[in-house]
Structure formats: C-alpha cells, structure tokens
C-alpha cells in the first residue's frame, strides 16, 4: 500500500537523509566525491531546506511503500521555481525514489499530483530539469508527455552539468 504524506519541519533530517541518499544512488559515480559533498550542504544543508520547506510556493511530499520512506517529489511555483519561468508554470523541481522501490509506478504517482497540483494553482504548464545523460528518467518523463524546449546549467561542487529542460502542457 503506497500513501503521500506533506513534508513538514519536523521532517527536515528524514528528507535530508533521502536527498543525499537517492541523489547519491543516482549520480555518485558520474561526481568527485567532493562535489557532491559540497552541493549537499548547498542544496540539502539544514537551514536551505528549512527555507524550502517553510516557502508556501513549494511543495515536497514523501512517499512511503507499506510504511517504509521509498521516495519523495519537490515541485515550486511562481518565485521559488529554479528559473524564471513565469505565472503559467509548476516546476517538478525532484522526483527521487529509493533504489528499492523503483519501478514501482511511485514517479507515476508523483507525475499525477504534480499534475493536479499544477490544474490546482490554474497553471499552464508543468516543467522540469533532466540531466543530459539520465536517459531512463528522459525516457520516462517523454512518455508522460513531456518535450525538450531548453537548457539550463546545474552545478555539483564544480561542476557543471546540463540540464534538458522539458515540459508539459495541462
């Protein structure tokens, strides 16, 4: 049985564990040890996500699978979006989903509420970064109907990285 359950502050050191946790199961052989270091006290560190958590324009939900934490979804609106994308646009900012709990239709779960979210808040448009060489999650995101319309740079460390950006009409 799959449940979401809204992130609070009182979640804050669960969801920095599964940030570092799933970004790390995901891109830590494609990065320096110290990159990846370094962007998560930028990006994961206590006091960024409790900004995060505390900004009414952005959403993390988690996802637990028969009570265990199997993933979690951020997705920003308006001014907390990663780019200036305007008004008509919900941004799925992540979707990460514990090695062992993939391929379980979670990222399909979490597509759907960022899709109702978005029809929710009279968006236009849901959009999102994918590195350029995540040709799984490429894959998945062209069959929910997203389409290329972009790039951006995303840094590690030192390092940076391209983004396809991609999106969907609602």
């Known amino acids: 049985m799959t449940e979401m359950k809204k992130v609070k502050l009182s979640d804050i050191y669960e969801l920095r564990h599964i940030s570092i946790e799933t970004f790390k199961d995901t891109f830590g052989d494609d990065n320096s040890q110290q990159d990846l270091e370094e962007m998560f006290e930028n990006n994961y560190g206590i006091n960024q996500l409790k900004k995060e958590i505390s900004d009414d324009k952005t959403d993390f939900e988690f996802i637990y699978v ?39 239709g979670l990222g399909s779960q979490f597509m759907s509420y960022a899709i109702n979210a978005a029809k929710e808040a009279n968006k236009r448009y849901i959009w999102l970064g994918v590195w350029e060489n995540n040709i799984n999650a490429i894959s998945f995101y062209q069959v929910k109907g997203f389409t290329p319309f972009s790039e951006h740079i995303f840094v590690v460390g030192s390092d940076k990285q391209r983004d396809i950006l991609m999106k969907k009409p609602i």
């Not at 979804?73 to 008004?87: T, V």
């Open 66 to 104: 028969d009570n265990e934490l199997a993933g979690y979804l951020k997705i920003n609106i308006d001014d907390a979006q990663s780019e200036d994308m305007g008004s008509d646009y919900l941004e799925i900012e992540r979707i990460y989903i514990r090695k062992n709990f993939k391929r379980r």
